[in-house]
């Protein structure tokens, strides 16, 4: 689960379990599990929510 807080439509907690919600978390360009991994000085993390919520191209 996420809280996005935002001025517009997209804002919202989402949840994986949720129908058509898929959260992906990386650490640059790798998969990560953000309930194991540690994080490291100079870590640079992205946090993707695809769903049927927002358009495909709204990061």
Known sequence: ????????????????????TTILTRQRWNDV???SYELQDGDIMWVYIHTTRAPENEH
Not at 1 to 20: C, D, L, Q
């Open 33 to 35: 599990n953000p309930q």
């Open 1 to 20: 689960m996420i809280t996005y807080k935002a001025n517009n439509a997209y804002g919202g907690t989402f949840r994986e379990t949720s129908n058509a």
